[in-house]
């Protein structure tokens, strides 16, 4: 009973009231000891007691025992926890576990309710003394917010340096990978160039192998030429589109004679058809840098030969263009990637873009790219363009 006056004499909770104050609620309180780990009160149990730390340390915690637990707060001695739901008569809203072996003086609600009514002095001071501690509270939660406010916004400010040197490692990186891709591709045509250039100065009096040899070397260029504006295309980000009047008719005529011998020299047959009278405005130039793309695509998935068909047709107030092969196909896995830049299935090398460029110019003119392929069964890519017979703004 000494010892219970004692405490709550020197607890900041009931410091306020008087000695023979003490000496009158002293006898209400009961003694419970605690082991570490222990749970003193659960999260909704009714509101039956409220408690007074004497010695050791308690956890607050919500939804304990879950594993969206969170801790919310660690009181040492002299701390008193339970009383809220006493007054609000509400269940507990968290748990208390004995952070280590800890002692509690605890209170019933009866008891507290009989202490209101006989001695309203007394627990208008122990109101007075609650009312201070939930203002130290409520300063102290504050202080809590406004310091993970502060580590917020300083995580934040890490995080954006982060990922800027994320977003400058990334650069270097593509950078690294686009200048391997390009020196490779851009050796082939210059070695090809090279050696017609050396074999025109040996057969320089033989007019046939000059027209042959010029012939390729002008294929070459155009090809690098290409290789360079799928680049460019690639760093600008988005297309001004350089629409022409144009039709299948025309437009096949070019890329025949841009991929006729090509193919036949690997042993792939050429099937090229088209429906469609009507002219239309389009980027002539780049639709058939697209459509050569995919044609390149599909020759190094037939290297042992195959077919190659390309059909036109016109419907709806749309263009479609038709490239099919008779390849080996491509797997789902290849599938997801293919329009992913700097990647390539080919181990014939490449620079990744071709697809990339493909999809990039048909959605520039309003259309949409379409890739149907089975492993072994060969592949069908379908480009899809608006039919505009006026000019587009």
Aim: charged share 25%; with cysteine; net charge negative.
């Amino acid at each position: 009973m000494k010892s219970t006056v004692e405490f709550l004499r020197n607890s900041d909770f009931f410091s306020i009231l008087e000695e023979d104050e003490l000496g009158k609620i002293a006898p209400y309180f009961k003694s419970r000891k605690f082991k570490a780990g222990e749970v003193i009160l659960s999260e909704n149990d009714p509101p039956d007691r409220f408690y007074l730390l004497k010695d050791g340390s308690v956890e607050i915690w919500k939804n304990f025992g879950d594993t969206a637990a969170t801790r919310l707060a660690e009181q040492g001695t002299g701390s008193i926890f339970g009383e809220m739901a006493l007054i609000d008569e509400e269940p507990r809203s968290a748990s208390v576990v004995a952070a280590s072996d800890s002692t509690v003086l605890f209170m019933s609600r009866e008891d507290f309710y009989r202490i209101a009514e006989e001695y309203p002095t007394i627990m208008f001071a122990i109101l007075r003394a609650l009312s201070r501690m939930i203002r130290t509270s409520n300063n102290s939660f504050i202080e809590s917010l406004n310091q993970q406010n502060r580590e917020l916004q300083q995580a934040l400010i890490d995080l954006k340096a982060a990922q800027k040197e994320l977003i400058r490692s990334e650069r270097f990186s593509n950078l690294g990978k686009l200048s391997s891709l390009i020196i490779h591709d851009l050796r082939n045509p210059l070695s090809v160039i090279k050696g017609y250039g050396e074999m025109l100065q040996v057969l320089h009096d033989d007019p046939e192998q000059v027209r042959e040899y010029s012939k390729k070397i002008v294929q070459e260029a155009i090809r690098l030429n290409q290789f360079a504006q799928e680049l460019l295309d690639y760093s600008r980000g988005d297309l001004r589109l350089n629409w022409v009047f144009t039709s299948f008719p025309m437009i096949f005529q070019k890329l025949g004679h841009y991929i006729q011998k090509n193919l036949e020299r690997s042993g792939i047959e050429l099937k090229m058809k088209y429906d469609g009278p009507k002219p239309f405005y389009v980027d002539e130039e780049r639709l058939i840098r697209a459509i050569l793309n995919i044609c390149d695509n599909a020759k190094k998935a037939m290297p042992e030969g195959g077919t190659l068909e390309i059909d036109a047709h016109e419907g709806e107030g749309k263009l479609f263009f038709v490239i099919k092969d008779s390849g080996m196909g491509m797997s789902e896995d290849v599938l997801v990637h293919i329009f992913e830049p700097f990647y390539s299935s080919s181990k014939k090398g490449g620079t990744g873009l071709g697809m990339v460029s493909v999809k990039t110019i048909v959605e520039a003119h309003g259309g949409s790219v379409q890739i149907y392929s089975t492993p072994g069964e060969g592949t069908r890519v379908t480009l899809e363009l608006p039919q505009n017979e006026v000019l587009p703004d």
